[in-house]
Antibody, heavy 116, light 107 residues
Framework: VQLQQSGAELVRPGASVKISCKAF????????INWVKQRPGQGLDWIGY????????SYNQKFKGKATLTVDKSSSTAYMELSSLTSEDSAVYYC??????????WGQGTTLTVSS | DIQMTQSPASLAASVGETVTITCRAS??????LAWYQQKQGKSPQLLIY???SLEDGVPSRFSGSGSGTQYSMKINSMQPEDTATYFC?????????FGGGTKLEIK
């Protein structure tokens, strides 16, 4: 099992960015994909999850309107789009596979820097 | 939202020492508690789930216990490779929430 995330991004304030998470080694539609934010030296914030089987999503209220989760079943890839970016969105973003109620495999993380 | 209060924020332990990290939930989370280890520059890794079940491949010196609102993780005989930040996470109710982390170093 492996989750491979897209590379680091440097984007301007106000712009949007789409981060990808490609799954390998298991049946993609059998496990929810979660997204987690980690600011430098900070803790972990759960953003939300998507069920690749039926595209159902659940978001942390903190990230509603900020994050949009989608999947492409044909390529076993999950996406997270972040909009109206500010410096507060600069962080490392992780995707993670859910097994029962926990996250058993994580991507390597994508560093997002929002700066003009 | 369920708040997770983790302590201590940091500690240093000698090789061979026993280490205990605690997590308190703002309400009963009915054993829905996991512990993750994050080494510097790496992704978190699941160590313990359902409060006391060890994830496959995790050394047996790690253990978890607790119930209700109070949970703890113990490392019996600290090893240099256990240097990391440890997070608890409640899986009882969305939004799933993490503790603030405990940075564990070798003394």
């Amino acid at each position: 099992v492996q989750l491979q995330q897209s590379g680091a991004e440097l984007v301007r304030p106000g712009a949007s960015v789409k981060i990808s998470c490609k799954a390998f080694g298991y049946t993609f539609t059998n496990h929810h994909i979660n997204w987690v934010k980690q600011r430098p030296g900070q803790g972990l914030d759960w953003i939300g999850y998507i069920n690749p089987y039926n595209d159902y999503t659940s978001y942390n209220q903190k990230f509603k309107g900020k994050a949009t989760l989608t999947v492409d079943k044909s390529s076993s890839t999950a996406y997270m789009e972040l909009s109206s970016l500010t410096s507060e969105d600069s962080a490392v973003y992780y995707c993670a596979r859910r097994r029962n109620w926990d996250f058993d495999y994580w991507g390597q993380g994508t560093t997002l820097t929002v700066s003009s | 939202d369920i708040q997770m209060t983790q302590s201590p924020a940091s500690l240093a332990a000698s090789v061979g020492e026993t280490v205990t990290i605690t997590c308190r939930a703002s309400e009963n989370i009915y054993y829905s508690l996991a512990w993750y280890q994050q080494k510097q520059g790496k992704s978190p890794q699941l160590l313990i789930y359902n409060a006391n079940s060890l994830e496959d491949g995790v050394p047996s010196r790690f253990s978890g216990s607790g119930s209700g609102t109070q949970y703890s993780m113990k490392i019996n005989s600290m090893q240099p490779e256990d240097t990391a930040t440890y997070f608890c996470k409640q899986a009882y109710d969305v939004p799933w929430t993490f503790g603030g982390g405990t940075k564990l170093e070798i003394k």
